[in-house]
């Protein structure tokens, strides 16, 4: 790590790519806290270079293909995070200027035991980058996207979703956050706009979320427009008892609060039920909370309504988390696809007679969305579908599909939304 003497914004790029290189080894992109890098800005800075290599991986990857003739150096260290953020800040953040790319990859690598004999190779690699740089910043979206995941959206969506994903790809998230009450003073103060029931929308911020007004006080949480509709399709005559599967960190069990209904919130995963617990706190909302696994849990007495946000790819969140498309795999889905069978299959059981069934992916894949409905049609008789109706979802009409399932894709709003797939069943 960097000490006071070192030159100014090499310990910001070597936290950066420490966090990049965990990235580029599976793990799931966070962004940097304050307790990873103090300095406000240069955290922001140090972001802004991870978040454009991840947004840019796949062209980066042209990029590192021309230029590395004999590929990436094995056992290299950090040099591949290094070259990455590099490559992002010469080619596609211009306002940062060229010179603190080469002099501070360079200086990284001199700090990595791993890499410090690469720094001629990567003072090398940056030149033919800069010299390259506009023809670089001209690349085609095309490249964006992994070619087998561009491929089986386009097969499974057509050209238009592709170019709308790589576009939202590139533009990010904004912010979107579910509203506790309808308050139109609190939507003003916080610089927001409704977008659709009570989730509202920041185009853009210029403070963290738990500095935004109503957030101590519990007002609100943050949702993407997507994620909050399954909670909002699980419509029973009234209130009753609801068994949220996979609820962990809590938005859907918190809406399923606010409806009314006296929640179950069940994860498999101790530190993620944690932070829903700490989320429930902090809105002042209490569910009963069990750490059980959902293949297997079986409840004393069967539930009003079950709503499982199932494991899945992920695919879905890719604006905010640019990785996901680059960590899934052909050969996972199968797995994943068991395991929300499984799922599904204990699901029912957990449901009463005539009880209502939400099944949800946060995934674009249609292996975990609209096969998953045809496999609930052929294979669980217990269930039978309850369409969901485009009145329902004004904004979202276009996305109820022929069968009454609803598949979100990003560009079906201004602004994009997560991709999402969302099923509804009643239990005979
Ligand atoms: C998509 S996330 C759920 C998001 C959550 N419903 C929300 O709205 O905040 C999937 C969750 O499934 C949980 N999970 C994975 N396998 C599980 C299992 N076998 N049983 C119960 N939960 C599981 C994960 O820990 C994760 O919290």
New binding site residues.
């Given amino acids: 790590m960097a000490s006071k003497a070192e030159p100014a914004g090499l310990k910001l790029r070597v936290i950066a790519a420490d966090r990049l290189k965990a990235v580029l080894g599976g793990e799931h992109f966070t962004p940097l806290s304050a307790a990873d890098l103090a300095d406000g800005r240069d955290r922001a800075l140090a972001n802004r270079l991870i978040t454009t290599a991840l947004r840019r991986h796949g062209q980066i990857n042209h990029i590192i293909a021309e230029l590395l003739d004999r590929g990436l150096p094995p056992r290299s260290g950090s040099f591949e995070a290094v070259l990455r953020l590099s490559l992002a800040q010469l080619v596609f953040l211009p306002d940062l200027g060229a010179h603190s790319a080469l002099f501070l990859a360079v200086e990284a690598l001199k700090r990595d035991n791993k890499a410090r004999h690469l720094t001629g190779l990567m003072n090398a690699v940056l030149r033919r980058a800069q010299a390259n740089s506009a023809r670089y910043g001209l690349l085609p979206d095309e490249l964006l996207l992994p070619p087998s995941s561009a491929e089986a959206w386009r097969s499974a969506y057509g050209d238009e979703t592709v170019a709308d994903i790589a576009e939202a790809l590139l533009a990010g998230a904004p912010l979107d956050l579910t509203l506790r009450e309808d308050d139109p003073e609190l939507v003003e103060a916080l610089g927001a706009r409704p977008i659709m029931a009570d989730t509202v929308r920041l185009d853009s911020r210029d403070r963290s979320v738990d500095d935004l007004p109503g957030y101590a006080q519990g007002r609100w949480w943050v949702q993407d427009a997507a ?1 909050a509709v399954p909670a909002r399709l699980l419509k029973l005559q009234a209130p009753g008892r609801v068994l ?9 069990t918190v809406q399923l609060i606010k409806g009314g209904h006296t929640v179950t919130a ?4 101790a530190a ?1 039920l944690d932070r829903l617990a700490g989320n429930l706190r902090r809105l002042g909302m209490t569910a009963e909370t069990i750490l059980a ?3 297997t849990y079986s409840p004393h007495e069967p539930f009003d309504g079950v709503l499982l ?1 199932a ?1 899945c790819s992920a695919t879905g969140t890719f604006r905010r988390h640019p990785e996901v498309i680059w960590h899934r795999s052909e050969r996972d889905i199968p797995n994943r696809v068991k395991l929300q069978r499984r799922m599904l299959e204990s699901a029912v059981h957990c449901l009463a007679p005539g009880g209502t069934l939400i099944y949800c992916v ?1 995934s674009l894949e249609p292996a975990e969305g609209e096969e998953q409905a045809r496999w609930i049609g052929t294979e669980l008789g217990d269930l039978v579908a309850d369409p969901i109706n485009p009145e329902e979802l004004p904004e979202l009409a276009d996305a109820v599909t022929a069968e009454g399932t609803l598949r979100i894709l990003p560009g079906i709003i201004p602004g994009g939304i997560d991709g999402f797939f969302v099923a509804r069943y009643r239990r005979r």
């Fill in positions: 994620a949220d599967l996979c609820a962990a960190p809590g938005g859907k069940l994860d498999t995963d993620r696994d959902a293949v946000d494991p946060c």
